[in-house]
């Protein structure tokens, strides 16, 4: 997992997609329609609008994507868990690429999301996302950019 403002993604992502990827993301605004953009063999961009709560069920890892999370407005929590502290409540399934928990002990890592950060979570890494953070649910929108996880290696 990768925590750190977006202006220092040259640190982590060298591969010449990713300039593709961040130049792709300047069209991104506020105003953009939820759903699924430039969608290519290597990445795809997920825009969603959501309210933040205290108890998110959401508790999910990938296989095969690495996701790199970036708020457009509002603010979000997210917890990091390790597998000791989770318990599997559905399987991973290769169609939507995710295998779903439910914590079963304390999170090793908590972030606040907020515009012009990131957050990279790679293959396995346990993360629950939709926290509001102060316990103040809050309306967000956010891009989840999918990335084929060949890129990581």
Partial sequence: MIYD??????????????????????????????????????????????????SPEILEDHQKEVDIQILISGEEGIRIYNEENVEVVREYKEVDDCQFYRPIG?????????????????????HQPQFAVN????????????VNEKFFS
Avoid: W
């Fill in 5 to 54: 403002l977006i202006e220092n993604r040259s640190r982590y992502l060298s591969h010449p997609v990713f300039d593709e990827i961040f130049e792709k993301l300047l069209e991104i605004n506020i105003n953009t329609e939820n759903g699924i953009h430039f969608k290519t063999n290597d990445y795809y961009f997920k825009v969603m609008s959501y309210q933040t709560k205290t």
């Fill in 106 to 126: 304390g999170c090793d890592l908590k972030i606040e999301l907020r515009p012009g950060f990131m957050a990279i979570f790679f293959e396995n890494d346990i």
């Fill in 135 to 146: 316990h103040q649910e809050k309306k967000i929108k956010k891009i989840v950019i999918k």
